[in-house]
C-alpha cells in the first residue's frame, strides 16, 4: 500500500511538471514571436507568466506543508529540498521569458539589425536545455542531469559570439546601437534561462545522490592549482 507520503510526494512532482510545460511554452512563444514577428505571441508569453506565478505559489506551500506535517527524512528530505529550489528557478525562467517577450516587442518597431543566425541557434540550445533537464526530474535520471550541466558552456560560447558579433556590427552602423542593445539584452535572457536549467540539473543530482556538484569545476581548478 503506497504511503500517504508517497501519494503527497507524487502529486506534488505533477504540479512542478505541470509548471515546467507552462515555462517551456512560454520560451518557445517568447521565441518564436522575435522570430516571426507576432505579437500575439508576447500576449500569450504574459498570460502564461500569471499561471506561472500561481503554480509558484501553490508547490512552495505543499513543500511546507509536507514538510511541518510528515517530517520526512534522508531521500524524501533532499527531494523535497530540491523541489523547492527547482520551484524557485522554473519561475525565473518564466520572468526570463518574459524579459524575452518585452525586448522582441521592442526590437520589431524598427528595421533588424541583421539577418538572426546565432540566435536561432541559441535559442535551440536553451530550449534542449531546459528539455533535458525536466526529462531527469521526471525519470529520476543522473546521467541526463549531467548532460546539462555540459551543455551550459555552448550556450555561453554562443552568447559571447553574439554580443562580439552585434559590437562589431555597431562600429559601423551606430544608428543602430538600439537595436544592438536589445539583440544582446535577449542573448543575456536566454543565458539566464540556460543559468537556471543547470541549477535544476544539480538540484537532480543532489536529490538522487546527495551529491553537491555545484561550483565543482572552480573547487577542481583550485585542487589542481593547491598541488
Known sequence: MERHFDTSLRELKEQLVTMAGLVEKAIEEATQGLQSADVERFQNVFDLEKKINQCHISVDSACLKLLALQQPLAADLRLIFAIIKINTDLERMGDQAVNIARNAQEYIKAAPLKPLVDLPIMFQEVR??????????VKNNEPLAREVLKRDD??????NKIFKDVLEH????SAQVEQGLTLILIARNLERIGDHATNIAEDVIFALKGEDVRHSAQVSTIKSALK
Open 154 to 159: 555552448r550556450v555561453d560560447a554562443l552568447k
Open 128 to 137: 534542449q536545455m531546459v528539455g533535458i533537464t525536466l526529462d531527469s526530474f
Open 170 to 173: 555597431l562600429k559601423t552602423h
